[in-house]
């Protein structure tokens, strides 16, 4: 992966110039009038008339300098003022959606209904990085740390929560409405982060920056396998644990199978195999966790839409220790059925003692499966839960931080057009939300 590096420098947004305001034109009152200057006291001698009239015209200068005065300093504070409003417009307008543009404190960005959705924990331990699509194809990187993300922050009712840093990510030919999957991971004392789409092909594209190379590399297709089987159906994580590092992105082929693409250190993509007994509907959505040593087993779970029943979700656990996947239900109850074209996201807490699983159901909200995590190959059984909360489109993504929240984040478009945030516990209490773009 480290040839897909660019070494081109980020451009950073420039605010745009304030709007110069033109100085208003005020109008001096003509203190010097002929009736003033003209005054003259009864009873006066004609001789103190003109002395009188001299000290008349003297105010009457006096007051043409302060009236000049005032006009100059009101025109020059309306002008600030101007200015200074016309800055906070040209600021608060600030949607510079240019790819490869990055910037801080961003402004709202309108996503494009349905976004493909795709959230990581950036691999320094420092926050989450969010992934969605803008109305105009491009895709956004948003950067949210750890103690922005706090159940304390998200229980204050922000009418919007602003991500530290966004970068928009070069995509050409990005199909509306991609799935997008995302991985972040530490190699050679550098922060990586990997990006995976859709083109208008139907193939799949990757992407990658670092931290010693923050531009985005020119996208490059993976497979010569087309991507047919749906938005949803896309997810990548990385096993920091096998071979050194390597990163899997799973995603449905013609035949409806998962298939596997794996690329280790080097940038070639190894293979492209279908996961032998797996089988998953043409609009089938899958979910991955990265690697996990619990104990002396080193295992991932891989969650997919079952080929043979629909509505069903199906459980793999691959052993890198040399065991084959054995797929296992999560829940055969009509309740927690999987709706169409339903994603998923699976998020695992910091000490992988727990894994919590959501998607939508065929009652349009949103469910929740509890798994706890033991070095036992076959895993455990899963309890599953149901929201309260509707998931008006198909697309979710889960992150688990380590900053003391009780659980997981979930996001999900909630109206459409906006990506909303929630900290939920693990028995699928909601303790806290916000919306992160809008």
């Not at 297709?221 to 799973?250: E, R």
């Not at 309260?388 to 993504?397: C, E, K, W």
């Not at 929240?405 to 303790?431: K, Q, S, Y």
Request: aromatic fraction near 6%; charged fraction near 15%.
């Amino acid at each position: 992966m480290d040839d897909y590096r660019d070494s081109k420098a980020l451009s950073t947004l420039e605010l745009p110039s304030s709007a110069s305001g033109k100085q208003p034109h005020v109008a001096t009152p003509n203190l010097a009038s002929k009736e003033l200057s003209g005054v003259e006291l009864q009873g006066q001698p004609s001789g103190h008339g003109s002395r009188f009239k001299l000290i008349a015209a003297c105010v009457a200068g006096v007051l043409i300098v302060l009236g000049i005065a005032l006009g100059v300093g009101l025109g020059v504070g309306l002008k600030r003022s101007s200015s200074g409003s016309a800055s906070a417009t040209n600021g608060a307008s600030n949607n510079d959606t240019a790819p490869g543009s990055s910037t801080s404190n961003p402004a709202p960005l309108k996503v494009t209904n349905g976004t493909g959705i795709a959230s990581v924990a950036q691999a320094d331990g420092a926050g989450m990085l969010l992934y969605f699509q803008l109305f105009n194809g491009s895709v956004v990187e948003d950067f949210h740390s750890n103690s922005s993300m706090t159940m304390e922050v998200l229980s204050q009712q922000q009418p919007r929560l602003v991500a530290q840093r966004r970068t928009i990510i070069p995509t050409p030919d990005i199909v509306q409405g991609s799935g997008l999957a995302a991985v972040s991971f530490v190699r050679n004392d550098s922060v990586w982060r990997s990006l995976f789409y859709v083109d208008t092909t139907g193939q799949i594209r990757a992407t990658n920056a670092s931290s010693i190379s923050p531009a985005w590399s020119p996208p490059a297709a993976i497979s010569a396998t087309h991507y047919l089987s749906g938005p949803p159906a896309l997810g990548s994580c990385y096993f920091s644990d096998y071979d050194g590092g390597t990163t899997d992105v799973y995603f449905g082929n013609a035949q409806s199978s998962p298939q596997l693409l794996t690329s280790a250190r080097h940038p070639q993509w190894l293979s492209d195999n279908d996961e032998p007994g797996l089988a998953l509907t043409a609009s089938g959505s899958t979910a991955c966790t990265n690697s996990m040593t619990i104990g002396s087993v080193t295992v991932a779970d891989f969650y997919y839409r079952s080929g043979i029943n629909p509505s069903i979700i199906e459980h793999s656990r691959t052993n890198f220790n040399g065991s084959d996947p054995r797929p296992s239900n999560i829940s055969e109850s009509s309740l927690f059925s999987i709706d169409t074209d339903s994603g998923m996201a699976v998020a695992v807490n910091g000490n992988l003692t727990q894994s919590l699983l959501f998607w939508r159901g065929s009652d349009k909200k949103v469910k929740q499966a509890n798994t706890v995590l033991t070095n036992n190959f076959n895993g455990t059984t899963s309890i599953a839960y149901s929201w309260q909360s509707a998931m008006p489109n198909n697309n979710i993504a889960a992150v688990w931080l380590e900053n003391g929240n009780p659980g997981p984040l979930v996001m999900f478009e909630d109206p459409p057009g906006n990506i909303r945030v929630h900290i939920v516990a693990v028995n699928a209490t909601i303790v806290a939300g916000a919306v992160l773009s809008e």
